[in-house]
């Protein structure tokens, strides 16, 4: 059983910076690849990073360049680094964990589908 717990949200100006974290209750967390999703109300749960245990990373197509996910495995903590914030990264951003053969069978960012632990969310807000 794994558990997510993900913190660090919160209302910022546009070209604002967040940094969301997420404590990994669970052993042997580092056999799974784990990533950030982002869900507005209305529509489908969109994959914005994500990171393999062998530190490989991939980043939805609107985020790159301005965020970058990152793992603590001595604290096993997952991050991610949000920078030049933008109000369409306004969202409910969940931490995520799944079995790595995800990594194999997606060219990008891994869809929600296969993921199969979440945490409850952290709300990013972004005014312009």
């Known amino acids: 059983q794994v558990q997510l717990v993900e913190s660090g949200g919160g209302s910022v100006q546009s070209g604002g910076s967040l940094r969301l974290s997420c404590d990994v209750q669970?052993?042997?967390?580092?056999?799974?690849?784990m990533g950030w999703y982002r869900q507005t109300p209305g529509n489908e749960r969109e994959g914005v990073a994500i990171?393999?245990?062998?530190?490989?990373?991939r980043y939805a197509d609107s985020v790159k360049g301005r965020f970058t996910i990152s793992q603590d495995n001595s604290k096993s903590t997952l991050y991610l680094q949000m920078n030049n914030l933008k109000p369409e990264d306004t969202a409910m951003y969940y931490c995520?964990?799944?079995?790595?053969?995800?990594?194999?069978?997606?060219?990008?960012?891994?869809?929600?589908?296969?993921?199969?632990?979440w945490g409850n969310g952290t709300l990013v807000t972004i005014s312009s």
């Open positions: 995520a964990a799944g079995p790595r053969l995800l990594m194999h069978l997606s060219d990008g960012v891994p869809s929600h589908h296969g993921m199969e632990y």
């Open positions: 990171i393999d245990n062998d530190g490989g990373t």
């Open positions: 669970t052993f042997g967390w580092t056999s799974y690849c």
